[in-house]
């Protein structure tokens, strides 16, 4: 029988690289921003993390947040009004964060598309096998592929250490949620979308 939650998961439209991003956070105790415009799911989908977490150790945190003051830089159909200056202070902010993703305006189509999503208690189950998994990955067995994705976000990116070793360290964690033992390039490709903040 199904846990019954006060806000779940499949509550939420759409948002799956949110969805999927909160899974990894909770499997590997990382900080999560939550950005994107008013009224299409970060509140509902904060609610859903906390109630999933209820009476377990997992410590990840997440935030929810606007990419800016006013809600609306990342919008396609709202306008920005926001300063230079309350742009680089938020920008600020994001960087103390492990992990962000951009929960975008959900399209009227996908509104009566009454397909359920993912239930909280399949997500946990993934989660708490994830976690168990972690320590089996071998963190220095990265193959030549995804060691010259590494080398490229190294330079292109102009990544510190910090950055480049916490790349390393969720990019473990996604290979834990796959059951992995070895990090692969799309782990390190997946990484490095939550890492990259002004994408």
Partial sequence: MKTKYAVNFNQVLGQESAKRAIEVAMAGDHSLMLIGPHGFGKTMLTRAFLGAILDTDIEATIFESLPCPCGNYTSTILECYCDLQQLKSHKRKMHKT??????????????????????????MERVIEARAFLPKVVRDSIPEDAKALLKHAYTALGLNLQQFHKVIDISCTIAAVELSESIRASHIAEALYYRIKDR
């Fill in 98 to 123: 492990d992990m962000i993703v951009t929960c975008p305006e959900v399209e009227y189509k996908h509104i009566w598309n009454k397909t359920s999503g993912e239930h909280t208690d399949d997500i």
